[in-house]
């Protein structure tokens, strides 16, 4: 894991821990999420946000899991005093789900008069959180992760919208990271105070990985697990079989259990296949993600509106992709060309062989220099401007 970069010299670096004390007491932010290996761009999140307080003199207080503080003091040794660990009492019998979500709100700090940023959250136990701490005179400000799509907001049903809407009702500021999901919140929880919804650049796209890349000899396509609801393997499975000349090597990481033997054992007997369905710590992921040619981004329509952690690799790593015709990448080759190459899974069958017979080096570099546009526009710099002018207001 790498820090992210820490800018000054802005107009914000008078403001110290003094100033923010004396309108709010403290800042807190809560990653309720992160626990295990599994969840390592929620980590990253976690450390943008202390590098982004720390930016600006402030001191913030983390509150994460013993494994989320483990992992950010091996390499931000200086944030120690910054974190806070929840108790986990339930951990040795509970897995992270709702009802040990629930337990960390329970025991969690309670802070009154304070900024409260939660960055990755589940709603039922967000919600308790915020009912139990109703009168400390807290404002809350919530960082979307994953929880919109389409899918989602129709498969949960009124349930779901209505606890959103409650939740948005008492945040004073919603960051989300694309205008389609600020449409979805709109169109399906229609919030109280739609000014409170407001699009931010995601820090996940800066470019703080500084290794340099080094050339391979292999054209490689990598594939990304775990096999879910929203991230099928089948269009890359199409891929592969399609490319009967073998013009590239295919390599899946992490596919999870979810792989049929049958189809493994079919993959397996592919010279220019290899299945990797072992550990990987992060540096060695970003590793692969720098040796691939491209990624292929399976995401469906299930997944619509997500904001996927391998895209945010691609655009820090330079590494083009191959992608379904969903939001947010179409919004994303909207605003900066063609980042990769997109097609519509479902109705173009032929769409493998059309990849395969038209695929050039001289398109691949012009994805690569409108990524290069890309990240300049997610420079650590620009996003501090972008959030402070929500959040530096409410320090007075």
Known sequence: MNNFPVKTGTACEDMDITAAKRHRSQIVVFGLLTDDDKSMHLLLDEVFWLQYFKSNKIRATLVTSEFSRHKILRDCPDLASSIKMFPDYLKQFLSLNRLSLIERVFTAPRPRNSLVLVQGFEEVSLLIFLMINMFRNNKYILVLTNNISQDRLIRGGVALRLLLRLIFKR???????????????????????????????????????????TSFNKRIISFYGPL?????????????????????????????????????????????????????????????????????????????????????????????????????????????????????????????????????????????????????????????????????????
């Open 228 to 396: 879910k609801l929203g991230k099928p393997i089948d269009d890359f499975v199409k891929l592969i079989r399609a490319d009967t000349q073998k013009k590239f090597f295919y390599k899946i990481y992490n596919s999870g259990k979810n792989l049929e033997k049958g189809l493994i054992d079919d993959l397996r007997s592919r010279s220019n296949v290899q299945i990797i369905d072992k550990f990987m710590e992060y540096e060695t992921y970003l590793q692969t993600v720098q040796e691939s040619s491209y990624i292929f981004l399976p995401h469906d329509l299930a997944f619509e509106g997500k904001l996927s952690g391998n895209l945010c690799d691609c655009i820090t790593n330079l590494v083009p992709f191959i992608s379904n015709k969903i939001h947010p990448i179409i919004e994303f080759t909207q605003q900066y060309g063609d980042l990769g190459y997109m097609y519509d899974f479902q109705k173009d069958h032929d769409w493998p062989n059309y990849f395969l017979q038209y695929e050039a080096e001289e398109t691949r570099e012009i994805f690569v220099s409108n990524l290069i546009r890309m990240r300049e526009e997610y420079s650590f710099s620009k996003i501090k401007t972008e959030i402070d002018g929500y959040l530096l207001p409410l320090f007075g």
């Open 171 to 213: 945040c004073h500021f919603v960051f989300c990271h694309s205008e389609f999901e600020r449409e979805l919140i709109y169109k399906y929880i229609k919030p109280r105070n739609i000014n409170s919804i407001v699009k931010i650049k995601y820090h996940l796209m800066i470019a703080h990985y500084t290794k340099p890349k």
